[in-house]
């Protein structure tokens, strides 16, 4: 198993800033990409943005311009910076980690708990 501990949710007014974090310790090989993905009330859970061990990023249209996802190096630890919330920013926000874990020559997905971001209007 590989544990992705979240961090950084919070209540914020529109407009507001917040940077979530993501820490992924265990069995790992590689990591081959993180995400962030988030579900509001009601709706499916939707992808945000990637980061992959090249450095590439990629972001639904949703959070261009506006959230920044960075990661160090083995992508253990990846943040996603986000700016200029709005009110349908409102989720809980679940990061996701593409990787090999030590031993497997599979690729397995793993999931964090997610984190409450509330934006006020």
């Known amino acids: 198993q590989v544990p992705l501990v979240q961090s950084g949710g919070d209540l914020v007014q529109a407009g507001g800033s917040l940077r979530l974090s993501c820490v992924a310790s265990g069995n790992i090989a590689l990591i081959r990409a993180m995400r962030w993905y988030r579900q509001a009330p009601g709706k499916q859970r939707e992808f945000v943005a990637r980061?992959?061990?090249?450095?590439?990023?990629e972001y639904a249209d949703s959070a261009k311009g506006r959230f920044t996802i960075s990661g160090d190096v083995a992508l253990t630890t990846v943040d996603l910076a986000m700016h200029s919330l709005k009110p349908e920013d409102t989720a809980v926000y679940y990061c996701n980690a593409d990787l090999f874990p030590y031993g497997s020559t599979s690729a397995a997905d793993f999931w964090g708990l997610g984190t409450q971001v509330t934006v006020s209007s």
């Open positions: 980061i992959s061990s090249n450095g590439m990023t």
